[in-house]
């Protein structure tokens, strides 16, 4: 399991510390009976034992200073976890090659409208069958701000919580989510338009979709319009769910953080 080899690592690095220290070599366990998302980290029972014979200062170490460090294992990793998993690295499996499809769904909160257009011989870059994702969503905040978020280095980092690469210029760099999403501006209209030349670690080598994000003004909030064209057959579902959980959900908590810091 994932979560036994983090902790496998994590034991080794507290282990050295305390060799180079004393020069001695303790042997024991770390076991974390409910590992869950819906569980807070700080709230994760973390059970320390030592093999039959060995001296408790292991032990000790490890209820203290190592506790600390394990549950900072578990962060990382919880987010990592979710990263790859709506990033499509766990697959659907009724993705139907050249399945014609046409839905359209009413959802609650912000979102307006969620509709998928897929064509079964759009073909971009890598020869594969790909679809094109229409999403629209409505964000408390003026267009010029909203669109500040997609180009400032310290507000992509904000909101999704890694360190990015963003050169905010036609032909500049784009890299987040820890490498997991990369590309490229294509064109950038200040305040109104973006494109980017995008793709996701897990898709096929040299795969890119093209995203435009178009911002319309609606004086204190704004329409955000996404068009992701490109987008691999089987990816389609955790690429949607990629950009409402990690882009829009994320977004809006920027902005409500921003507005109860200004209150």
């Not at 869950?36 to 408790?56: A, F, M, P, Y």
């Not at 999704?160 to 987040?176: D, F, R, W």
């Not at 003004?217 to 490109?230: I, N, R, S, V, W």
Request: proline share 3%; aromatic share 6%; hydrophobic share 35%.
């Amino acid at each position: 399991r994932n979560d036994f080899l983090i902790m496998h690592l994590r034991i080794r690095y507290v282990n050295t510390g305390t060799v180079k220290e004393s020069g001695e070599k303790h042997k024991g366990s770390v076991e974390i009976p409910n590992l869950s998302e819906e569980n807070e980290v700080d709230d994760t029972e973390i059970n320390v034992s030592k093999k039959k014979g060995e001296s408790d200062v292991l032990k000790d170490l490890m209820r203290t200073e190592g506790t600390t460090k394990v549950r900072e294992a578990l962060r990382d990793y919880l987010k990592a976890l979710k990263t790859e998993f709506t990033l499509g690295m766990i697959l659907p499996t009724k993705a139907t090659v050249g399945q014609e499809l046409a839905t359209e769904r009413k959802l609650s909160g912000n979102t307006m409208q969620d509709s998928v257009s897929p064509q079964s011989l759009d073909i971009v870059g890598v020869k594969i069958p790909t679809v094109k994702i229409l999403m629209r969503e409505i964000f408390n905040s003026p267009a010029d701000e909203l669109y500040s978020i997609f180009t400032t280095k310290e507000l992509v980092q904000k909101f999704s919580k890694c360190s990015a690469v963003i050169e905010a210029e036609k032909g500049g760099k784009l890299q987040m989510f820890d490498g997991c999403v990369s590309g490229e501006y294509a064109e950038l209209v200040p305040s109104q338009r973006i494109v980017l030349k995008w793709r996701c670690q897990s898709w096929p080598d040299e795969h890119y979709a093209t995203v435009a994000l178009n911002f319309k003004d609606m004086a204190a909030q704004t329409e955000l319009q996404l068009e992701c064209k490109g987008v691999p057959v089987s990816n389609e579902d955790s690429t949607r769910q990629f950009w409402k959980k990690q882009y829009f959900e994320e977004i809006h908590i920027l902005l409500q953080q921003s507005k109860d810091t200004m209150e």
